[in-house]
């Protein structure tokens, strides 16, 4: 377990990779108090003035402590919450779509939950948990889903046979990977990945991170992997963006940041994360 660290890096992108997702001057704000009359009079900024930009087959990378704005930029992006500023996907503004506009778009943009326990019902069995996007989007047959099912659990390294079976009959690990196949059958262009691996043992989230990578490459499909972990976010992205009250402090890719963080947020980050480990630029430069 101590030896299980995450290791090695994505496939490079090409420069003329499809851009796959925009966001200009994103703002969140929730109200905090308002007025005998409903207007509100405080609000909390959560997010403010974000931008950022994600290609096909690249994996961007969002840090920051608890609090810093992470999920909240990712809800925003699926509408699970109201914004403003530019949210663009694949040329299309769905900031200015309703949802029932944005409906028919929300298959290609698919998320993977932090936690694997709560995040697939236990009344429901594996085959139809994983099915139940294909139903929504009224895509294929029953004979068809059965076989898109079957498709996506070899696709994430579990026996088919599974799809009978129900989620307390599998570890946290083979959860994870069943949340991954409900993503992968609708066979999105973007996912988020919001904090995937940070309920796994370590020796199960480099597992999880090889899966990732093969995927990504396979099917060129874009993520934004949301996490505090930076050890796992090294391993698996291109481009870090590192937030704090909301505001992003730094970007750079992926290296580049971890061997010359500028912003000294960036590197108290990278210091408390890696002081103990043996094979960082951080750690082999602090003096204990």
């Given at each position: 377990l101590i030896e299980a660290e995450p290791h090695g890096m994505p496939q490079p992108v090409s420069k003329n990779a499809e851009l796959i997702l925009n966001s200009e001057n994103l703002l969140i704000e929730f109200p905090i108090k308002k007025n005998f009359f409903g207007k509100v009079t405080n609000s909390f900024t959560a997010v403010d003035n974000v931008s950022f930009s994600v290609r096909a087959g690249e994996t961007l990378g969002i840090v920051g402590e608890?609090?810093?704005?992470?999920?909240?930029?990712?809800?925003?992006?699926?509408?699970?919450?109201?914004?403003?500023?530019?949210?663009?996907?694949?040329?299309?503004?769905?900031?200015?779509?309703?949802?029932?506009?944005?409906?028919?778009?929300?298959?290609?943009?698919?998320?993977?939950?932090?936690?694997?326990?709560?995040?697939?019902?236990?009344?429901?069995?594996?085959?139809?948990?994983?099915?139940?996007?294909?139903?929504i989007h009224k895509i294929g047959d029953a004979v068809e889903r059965e076989q898109m099912i079957i498709d996506a659990l070899r696709e994430v390294e579990l026996d088919p046979d599974y799809r009978h079976r129900y989620p307390h009959e599998f570890s946290g690990g083979q959860r994870q990977r069943i949340a991954i196949a409900r993503a992968l059958i609708l066979k999105?262009?973007?996912?988020?990945?919001?904090?995937?691996?940070?309920?796994?043992?370590?020796?199960?989230?480099?597992?999880?991170?090889?899966?990732?990578?093969?995927?990504?490459?396979?099917?060129?499909?874009?993520?934004?992997?949301?996490?505090?972990?930076?050890?796992?976010?090294?391993?698996?992205?291109?481009?870090v963006l590192v937030l704090k009250h909301g505001k992003i402090v730094e970007e750079n890719e992926c290296e580049a940041l971890f061997s010359s963080p500028k912003h000294p947020y960036t590197k108290e980050l990278l210091e408390a994360a890696f002081f103990y480990g043996q094979n960082s630029v951080i750690a082999q430069h602090t003096e204990v």
């Open positions: 608890s609090g810093s704005g992470k999920t909240t930029a990712g809800m925003a992006i699926l509408k699970l919450l109201s914004s403003k500023g530019v949210i663009a996907f694949d040329g299309k503004r769905i900031d200015q779509m309703n949802q029932k506009q944005f409906r028919p778009i929300r298959r290609e943009i698919q998320i993977v939950f932090q936690d694997p326990f709560g995040s697939l019902s236990p009344r429901m069995s594996i085959g139809q948990i994983i099915s139940e996007g294909l139903e999105p262009q973007l996912i988020i990945l919001d904090e995937p691996t940070s309920a796994l043992d370590r020796s199960i989230q480099v597992q999880v991170i090889d899966l990732l990578r093969r995927i990504q490459q396979k099917h060129n499909i874009a993520f934004i992997f949301i996490s505090h972990d930076l050890a796992v976010v090294r391993a698996l992205s291109h481009r």
